[in-house]
T-cell receptor
Framework: KNEVEQSPQNLTAQEGEFITINCSYS?????LHWLQQHPGGGIVSLFM???GKKKHGRLIATINIQEKHSSLHITASHPRDSAVYIC???????????FGTGTRLQVTL | DSGVTQTPKHLITATGQRVTLRCSPR?????VYWYQQSLDQGLQFLIQ???????AKGNILERFSAQQFPDLHSELNLSSLELGDSALYFC??????????FGPGTRLTVL
């Protein structure tokens, strides 16, 4: 079993829909990261969380440390949000990251 | 633009060869991480350097090695290349916060 599990693996949404991507982990962590990887391959860090909730524009990330679960929400989704979203955990050992397998999101008009 | 640069962008080589991938971190960042992204394994941590010293090792093969130089750039050396080494190789740098900034990656194809 992977230490970091994401669901769903693939997600198709229509423009304007509210999207939720889930991440569960089985190890103790010091922080959880949400990353975005566009079709060109580049990876962008969206959020780093150790507790609670963070918001940036239309993106919201939450984490529940007791339940070892995090969610990434996208409000009013847009085709430019189409990308792979990756959850990664920092176990505190040199801040190296362990990654989930990613959620491929396609937003259509 | 993350401020992290990687060269080359693409590399095509043959089995058995050796290649060097280069990474320049963001100005002032002392930590450099190397990650491999392959189709079957996803993203995996390879190795971390901090201010010239190796800090952590992950799933890095013995055929692979890395170093960080006094100017803080880092190189990842891959030798005796096999078909299965074909992947995207990312480096990331980290400063005083825990956010990692990823470079654009080097796509390695081993034929």
């Amino acid at each position: 079993k992977n230490e970091v599990e994401q669901s769903p693996q693939n997600l198709t949404a229509q423009e304007g829909e509210f999207i939720t991507i889930n991440c569960s982990y089985s190890v103790g962590i010091s922080a959880l990261h949400w990353l975005q990887q566009h079709p060109g391959g580049g990876i962008v860090s969206l959020f780093m969380l150790s507790s609670g909730k963070k918001k940036h524009g239309r993106l919201i990330a939450t984490i529940n440390i007791q339940e070892k679960h995090s969610s990434l929400h996208i409000t009013a989704s847009h085709p430019r949000d189409s990308a792979v979203y990756i959850c990664a955990v920092d176990t505190g050992t040199a801040s190296k990251l362990t990654f989930g397998t990613g959620t491929r999101l396609q937003v259509t008009l | 633009d993350s401020g992290v640069t990687q060269t080359p962008k693409h590399l095509i080589t043959a089995t058995g060869q050796r290649v060097t991938l280069r990474c320049s971190p963001r100005s002032g960042d002392l930590s450099v991480y190397w990650y491999q992204q392959s189709l079957d394994q996803g993203l995996q941590f390879l190795i971390q350097y901090y201010n010239g010293e190796e800090r952590a090792k992950g799933n890095i093969l013995e055929r692979f090695s890395a170093q960080q130089f006094p100017d803080l750039h880092s190189e990842l050396n891959l030798s005796s290349l096999e078909l299965g080494d074909s992947a995207l190789y990312f480096c990331a740098s980290r400063g005083s916060t825990d956010t990692q900034y990823f470079g654009p990656g080097t796509r390695l194809t081993v034929l």
